[in-house]
């Protein structure tokens, strides 16, 4: 048996998928452009205005070498990525450990703490205060400064929580049974459970981190060798200094038509480790999300 399709769903359908890659196109277009310019001729870049659908003159990688051979790049790479897998990690392993312990039933004052934790959500104390904390405690210009205030997030906590708390009662009950420990519950039974939302909170982590760059230039202003890459490319992008990836006698010369260049290279390397991992975590982020945000 054929069923009749009506009027009103084909032009929902219409509408919908119009609506949908018209979204795709807008989402796509300004990367496509930042890729074609970042491999177009400087001198043609230069003089160009609008939207780039192909590399103007010959292709070149010139700015990717440019870039790639500025030793701040390489230096952001590499602090980067330090902080970004020491809060991924530290952050993760104590979300983890914080929405179980208050999604336990049994926990005492569970009510009071979890509204403490939402409080943290909803007001700070500000920057002034946050400041003159991490320097009575001796964290200025030093890379914990970064590590230690991203190491936790309140809506992390709360997403894991919720995520335990949809889990039945039973898993654990029968863990116990056979002498199980909160430990062993914990990694062995309920972790493999809900590792989409796990995956969730390591890729938000990733993201934030990667591209966090006012915490450094608050707590790291005499320490340029701990600066990240977004830093570095704030530095380029906003403050037009591409004076420090020229290199040479004949940098003044080349800076005028090669700074353009440079910055969409930069805005590239700075951007392309992201988009490669993304693809792979997206299909947990709606099932994640999901999990822990049905029930708070």
């Not at 070498?65 to 952001?76: A, H």
């Not at 006698?249 to 038509?257: N, P, T």
Request: glycine share 6%; charged share 15%; with cysteine.
């Amino acid at each position: 048996m054929v069923e009749k399709v009506s009027f009103s769903r084909v032009l929902f359908n219409i509408l919908n998928y119009s609506f949908m890659i018209l979204l795709c196109i807008v989402c796509i277009a300004p990367i496509w452009h930042v890729v074609m310019a970042s491999i177009s001729n400087p001198r043609d870049l230069m003089a160009s205005t609008g939207l780039l659908l192909k590399p103007l003159g010959k292709a070149t990688l010139k700015g990717y070498e440019l870039v790639l051979n500025n030793p701040d790049i390489i230096k952001g790479y590499i602090n980067t990525l330090i902080y970004v897998v020491s809060t991924t990690v530290i952050g993760t392993i104590l979300t983890l450990i914080a929405g179980f312990a208050i999604s336990r039933e049994n926990l005492k004052l569970k009510t009071p703490i979890t509204l403490i934790i939402l409080f943290t959500m909803m007001f700070g104390g500000g920057l002034i205060p946050s400041y003159m904390v991490n320097k009575s405690i001796g964290l200025i210009n030093s890379p914990l400064a970064v590590i230690i205030p991203g190491v936790i997030n309140a809506f992390y906590i709360i997403m894991m929580k919720s995520s335990f708390e949809q889990l039945s009662s039973s898993y654990e009950e029968s863990a116990k049974i056979d002498g199980a420990g909160p430990i062993t519950i914990l990694i062995k039974i309920l972790v493999p459970m809900i590792k989409a939302t796990i995956a969730v909170i390591v890729m938000f982590n990733v993201v934030m981190q990667w591209n966090s760059w006012f915490q450094a230039s608050i707590y790291l202003t005499r320490r340029r060798d701990l600066w990240p890459l977004q830093l570095f490319m704030r530095e380029i992008l906003v403050q037009n200094d591409t004076a420090t990836i020229l290199s040479g006698s004949d940098a003044l010369s080349k800076i005028d038509y090669t700074k353009n260049l440079v910055k969409y290279c930069t805005v590239v390397v700075g951007t392309f480790p992201i988009l490669c991992i993304y693809p792979f975590v997206q299909k947990y982020f709606v099932k994640g999300v999901t999990l822990g945000g049905v029930k708070g």
